[in-house]
């Protein structure tokens, strides 16, 4: 009994492909938080610059 029912979930492959899918899925998540940061830091650091050279150019102080 306890052995059918194990060769049975052998052989069952629809919850092994849901995982795989599952774990792709989280690999792409992770890539993406990791390029969405990279960018959203670059991003950033240019708007403090055109800000910066905005404020010295109203005050004067621009190259």
Do not use: C, P
């Not at 993406?32 to 910066?52: H, N, R």
């Amino acid at each position: 009994m306890l052995g059918s029912r194990l060769a049975a979930l052998r052989s069952e492959e629809k919850g092994v492909t849901a995982i795989e899918y599952g774990v792709i899925a989280a690999v792409i998540i992770v890539a993406l938080v990791g390029v969405l940061t990279a960018v959203g830091t670059g991003i950033g650091d240019a708007f403090t610059a055109v800000s910066q050279a905005l404020t010295n150019a109203g005050s004067g102080g621009g190259s």
